[in-house]
């Protein structure tokens, strides 16, 4: 099957001279939820604002469901829903007065009932006749998603969803795009959350200073890159793993207290049981064993460096 959306060879650089996004290439198939992780300025707006058609690319096209954005913009825009950061919509309008017009705008008849049934999902309805000014920051989110969803989008982008909002908006947010990806629409996300993208994302996107790094299955990710440890809490501290366990694959950390063991499948030498045994036979005694699994976090710190 043929991508929903694809990105070929896109670059931009703003009029100021800065490269937001340099060579990017990303297929995204129907139906799958991908999230788009990356610090700060990494280039995940200038990039969903391409495919959305707000800006136009430097260099390179993008495609979206066979049709150029640029010059198919009608076409493009009316199968995409945007949720972005902000609201920028007029503060003195109704909930349901901006919905609907967000339908119109793209180009589709008025539908009340199904309307009403998006602000029921998204707990709006009772505020349906509120302007907008009248609203919780909470629910300013939630009415951009509705406008997202007013014209019944194949493709859904949110940008930043869950940035700033509360537990139960952030879980509403996830099982509202659950549902949307069982009726078969495509949701790209954006998020600073990385156990965000862990829980719902089937495909990760890094990128870093206007480069993709890496897409990749979350699952491959996870097992290419992530690992399973196996921490044993020293009573006293080693100046060095004793050569008795050169077998195992052992590291020593926090100035010696903790000696840690690196899962490995292909090679594990007896198992668990018989590396504590040799632990105990090599005079060393500990305190306590844990065990630790790389999360999608440790993969993306050392994939991007800590602190950027
Ligand atoms: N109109 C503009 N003119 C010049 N530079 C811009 C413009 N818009 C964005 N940039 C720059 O492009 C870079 C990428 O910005 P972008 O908003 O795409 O990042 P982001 O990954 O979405 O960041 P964040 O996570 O902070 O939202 C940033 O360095 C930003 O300052």
New binding site residues.
């Given amino acids: 099957m043929a991508p929903i959306i694809s990105v070929n060879s896109l670059s931009k650089t703003?009029?100021?001279g800065?490269k937001?996004?340099d060579n990017v290439s990303l297929d995204i198939e129907e139906g799958e939820i991908l999230a788009l992780l990356?610090?700060?300025?990494?280039?995940?707006?200038?990039?969903?604002?391409i495919i959305c058609g707000i800006a136009n690319p430097s260099e390179g096209s993008v495609t979206v469901d066979g049709h150029d954005v640029v010059r198919d913009f009608r076409k493009t825009r009316g199968v995409i829903g945007l949720v972005p950061?902000e609201l920028t919509t007029d503060q003195f309008e109704s909930v349901v007065n901006t919905v609907s017009f967000s339908r119109g705008l793209n180009g589709k008849k008025p539908n009340p009932a199904y309307i009403d049934g998006l602000l029921r999902e998204l707990t709006l309805y009772e505020k349906r006749s509120n302007a907008l000014r009248e609203l919780s920051g909470g629910m300013k989110r939630r009415v951009l998603i509705a406008k997202a969803l007013s014209h019944e989008p194949r493709i859904l982008f949110l940008?930043?969803p869950t940035a700033g909002v509360d537990v139960s908006l952030r879980k509403d947010m996830w099982q509202l795009v659950k549902r949307l990806r069982e009726g078969g629409v495509t949701i790209i996300l954006?998020t600073?959350y990385i156990e965000e993208a862990q829980e719902i994302a089937d495909r990760i996107g890094i990128?870093d200073r206007?480069k993709l790094m890496l897409v990749e299955d979350k699952n491959t990710l996870m097992r290419k890159l992530g690992g399973k440890q196996l921490i044993i809490e020293l009573r006293e501290p080693l100046a060095e793993v004793p050569s008795a366990l050169g077998v195992w694959k052992l590291t020593l950390s926090q100035g010696g207290r903790q000696l840690v063991y690196e899962y490995d499948e292909e090679s594990d030498h007896g198992g668990i049981a018989q590396l504590l045994a040799e632990v105990e036979a090599a005079g060393i005694v500990f305190a306590d064993i844990a065990t630790r699994q790389t999360s999608l976090e440790d993969i993306f710190v050392s994939l991007i460096g800590e602190g950027r």
């Fill in positions: 703003y009029a100021n800065f937001a996004l990356g610090p700060n300025g990494a280039g995940k707006t200038t990039l969903i604002s950061q940008d930043e954006t600073h990128i206007g």
